[in-house]
Structures are given as structure tokens and as C-alpha cells.
């Protein structure tokens, strides 16, 4: 009893929830498409307390704060971006997750250099994936982002990119 009473104070405590680094490539084709690798790191905070959420629902209702990077190597777009991530757990092992929020870029506005033209400096952040937790600490998830201006601002090719992520949660 006397762990159980400690665990949410223990969970306050600490700054982050859960640090995640990994690795994307762009899915998009043509003149939109990105060349190599982005490395990405991504942190999770968790203000809320989705880590004392019990039911599905109640996981729902308690989103994390995620705030991160995807960063361009041989001259493609950098993303920082931050937001919300709703964690719905399947099983002890099994998650799904959805992330809605902002992003920054260092990418081509106007079309004068190759890849996307963004139109905007700052644009809509969403992501959808599926994860397996491997011990109690770590995890593995696959996921697809998409970052774009919902059409704010002209061009609007967005940026899209999927790949893998191994998280240590604290």
C-alpha cells in the first residue's frame, strides 16, 4: 500500500513523462517528396495525469503535452513542433496514439528551392500511430505526421512523413 500512495507523488515529481528518438521519411511523391532521413526527438509531458487515467476514457479526457523536432539533413525542412497526444491503451502492450498541434519549419515557403512549398512559416502539426510496449519502460511506435497550413496561406504542398520511434517513459 505504502508504494501505491508514493506512485502519484513520485509522477509529479518528475518533468517529463516519456522521451522518444527515432527516425522518418518523407511518404510523399514528385515534386513534394523529401530525399533521406529525418532524425526526430520528441518529450512528453504529462500536466494532466493521463499516467492515473484507468479506462479508455478516462485517457481520452487526460491528454500528454508533446513537444519536438524532426530535423533536415542535406537541406530539407526542420520541424519543431508541440502539441497534444491522446494514448489509448489496447493492451499492457498495445497502444494507439493521435497528436494534434503546431509546428515551425525551416522549409521553402515559395517554391524557389526543391521539396514542399509550405506557404507558411507556421503550420498545423497532426499525427496518428500504433505502438508495443516492449518492458515497462520502453516502447516501440510507428507513425504517420502531417504538417500543412489547411490552406491559411498559398502554396500548401505539406510536409508528410512516417517512421519509427523507441520511447523510454520515466
Known amino acids: 500500500m505504502g508504494s501505491l500512495e508514493s506512485s502519484p507523488a513520485r509522477a509529479q515529481d518528475q518533468l517529463f513523462d516519456e522521451f522518444r528518438f527515432g527516425v522518418s521519411t518523407s511518404v510523399q511523391g514528385g515534386r513534394s517528396g523529401e530525399d533521406g532521413a529525418f532524425p526526430e526527438l520528441t518529450v512528453l509531458f504529462d500536466p494532466f495525469g493521463y499516467e492515473a ?19 533536415g539533413l542535406s537541406g530539407e525542412a526542420t520541424q519543431f513542433f508541440t502539441g497534444f497526444t491522446w494514448t489509448v491503451d489496447f493492451s499492457d502492450k498495445l497502444f494507439a496514439e493521435a497528436g494534434f498541434g503546431g509546428v515551425i519549419h525551416t522549409g ?14 507556421v503550420l498545423f502539426h497532426e499525427y496518428v500511430g500504433g505502438g508495443y510496449r516492449l518492458t515497462e519502460h520502453w516502447n516501440l511506435l510507428a507513425q504517420i505526421a502531417h504538417s500543412s497550413n489547411a490552406n491559411l496561406c498559398s502554396p500548401n504542398d505539406g510536409m508528410t512523413r512516417a517512421g519509427l520511434q523507441v520511447g523510454y517513459k520515466f
Open 53 to 71: 487515467a484507468g479506462s479508455w476514457r478516462e485517457q481520452l479526457l487526460h491528454p500528454r503535452v508533446h513537444l519536438g523536432t524532426s530535423i
Open 108 to 121: 521553402d515557403l515559395d517554391g524557389n528551392d526543391g521539396g514542399p512549398n509550405l506557404g507558411c512559416r
